[in-house]
């Protein structure tokens, strides 16, 4: 049964061993979300608990919160800054998404998953620091960030998903991590800022589309351990004049399409 205080709408989890924050009536300003209600703490944000609330410019969330549900800050307009704790095991699908004044996270110690367009469209975002607890990155989870001029991926990091970074037309360098075996479809797809990427020893396959559109490519060097590179994974990165690769590697068709006719491609033994 939902029940209403400070204007904060929740409900208790079942014996009492948690409470849910469902919705926030009209949202606006600095919200603090207070660690206990009624003697039980704060353990949820329910799905779209904060959604459309445009007045919204900053939230505290306690460590007492262990969940954040899907969409639950998504097309928060006015709201420039954010804390996960890392009591939040994982920023879940849409949770953010549409944030277009967000210019600050700050990802705590013990978040281990960014889900499926956590952050999507959070054009004011310019930098991100994911710590070392993060698994994965989810599918089109910094898609559109166009803002993003620097992010930083550790080697804890194992996944990263389809589109994760589509888009990010501002990002200037990127390192893959090592742990990383594959580099997903479109996962830089448009990224035209970007001038460097370094792709570790480890990784087996350059997905369709990974880097296509990354004009601001001037040479690519790809390590022995990949095995194919997809369809058009650099497509129309118009500046690419210097791809270094070991011979033997399979080259898909449209792998190279629309770069320079100069574009030198140097074979290793």
Same mark, same amino acid.
Request: glycine share 12%; net charge negative.
């Given at each position: ?128 620091? #994911? ?21 930083? #991926? ?5 996944? #990263? ?89 399979? #080259? ?18």
């Amino acid at each position: 049964m939902e029940k209403v205080i400070n204007k904060f709408v929740f409900e208790f989890e079942s014996n009492k061993t948690g409470v849910t924050i469902t919705k926030v009536a009209n949202a606006q300003g600095d919200v603090v979300i207070p660690s206990e209600i009624d003697g039980v703490p704060v353990t949820r944000i329910g799905d779209a608990a904060f959604s459309d609330c445009s007045g919204l410019t900053s939230v505290t969330i306690p460590d007492s919160v262990t969940s954040i549900g899907a969409s639950a800050f998504e097309v928060c307009s006015g709201l420039t800054s954010v804390t996960i704790p890392g009591s939040v095991g994982s920023i879940v699908a849409f949770a953010f998404y549409g944030c277009s004044g967000l210019t600050s996270v700050t990802i705590l110690d013990g978040v281990t998953n960014i889900g499926e367009s956590a952050f999507e469209g959070c054009i004011g975002l310019t930098n991100v620091t #994911i710590p070392d607890s993060v698994r994965s990155i989810g599918n089109s989870a910094f898609s559109g960030c166009s803002g993003l001029t620097s992010v930083t #991926i550790p080697d804890s990091v194992s996944s #990263i998903g389809i589109a994760a970074f589509y888009g990010c037309s501002g990002l200037t360098s990127v390192t893959i991590p090592g742990s990383e075996r594959s580099i997903a479809a479109s996962a830089f797809y448009g990224c035209s800022g970007l001038t460097s990427v370094t792709i570790p020893d480890g990784v087996t396959r350059i997905w369709d589309h990974a880097f296509s559109g990354c004009s601001g490519l001037t040479s690519v060097t790809i390590p022995g351990s990949v095995k194919s590179i997809g369809l058009s994974a650099f497509e129309d990165c118009s500046g690419l004049t210097s791809v270094t690769v070991c011979r033997g590697v399979e #080259i898909l068709p449209g792998a190279f399409l629309g770069c320079p006719e100069s574009l030198k491609i140097n074979k290793l033994l």
